[in-house]
């Protein structure tokens, strides 16, 4: 059985970026709608708006459709790897990047930036922890213990990197273990949100 990682470690950019660009327009549209002239409370005169260019769109504005929010998201990564480009030496800017790609098809090559990024500083441990995920999604579960691993081995407090410890170990079929992180999370830290997420996999393989 497979268990998802916890996702207070995973970074969904292109999700958010999605909500917001949807936030953009849905806000945009209400302003537009808020903006049209009431009905007047006396005689009505015409019930047809002019046919002039303030009037003729009314009423016809439509929320973004799909292809505009991936359009929109689209861009973003364009524009995210240009700066990059330019100043790889902006790990902030890398790690965006590497978010977006680990996020939609591009995890090979999000492994390459995020690795650019430990060059510099081998101790990121959320940059372990995103090695983690992704080849945790593809599968390879030896490579996403060993990153995580070592990011709880320099943060013992880190009880995100731990419960997934516990997830890869349960995926492997090794519920024991499992069953002891997990349990040792609940002890360590109650009602945490990690406490929460350490009780639903209990609750999964008991």
């Known amino acids: 059985m497979k268990f998802k990682l916890s996702p207070i470690v995973v970074y969904p950019a292109i999700i958010i970026l999605a909500v ?7 806000t945009d549209f209400s302003s537009k709608k808020s903006a ?28 973004p459709s799909k292809e505009n929010v991936i359009s929109g998201v689209k861009k973003r990564m364009e524009s995210l790897k240009v700066e990059v480009e330019k100043n790889p030496n902006d790990t902030a800017k890398v790690r965006q990047y590497a978010d977006f790609l680990a996020e939609g098809h591009g995890q090979a090559e999000a492994v390459k930036y995020y690795e650019m990024i430990l060059r510099k ?62 349990k040792e999370i609940i002890a360590k830290r109650p009602n945490s949100e990690v406490a929460k997420l350490a009780q639903d996999g209990l609750n999964q393989i008991q």
Request: proline share 5%; aromatic share 10%; no cysteine.
């Open 36 to 63: 049209e002239p009431k009905a007047q409370t006396g005689p009505i005169v015409s019930e047809t708006l002019p046919d002039d260019d303030i009037h003729k769109n009314m009423g016809k504005e439509t929320p």
């Open 20 to 26: 917001v660009i949807i936030i953009i327009f849905s």
């Open 121 to 182: 500083d081998p101790k990121r441990t959320d940059i372990l922890q995103s090695l983690g995920y992704v080849f945790y999604m593809q599968q390879d579960l030896n490579k996403a213990e060993a990153y995580i691993s070592k990011a709880y081995s320099l943060d013992k407090n880190n009880f995100q990197a731990f419960f997934n410890l516990g997830a890869i170990a349960a995926t492997k079929g090794d519920n024991a273990k499992a069953k002891k992180i997990w």
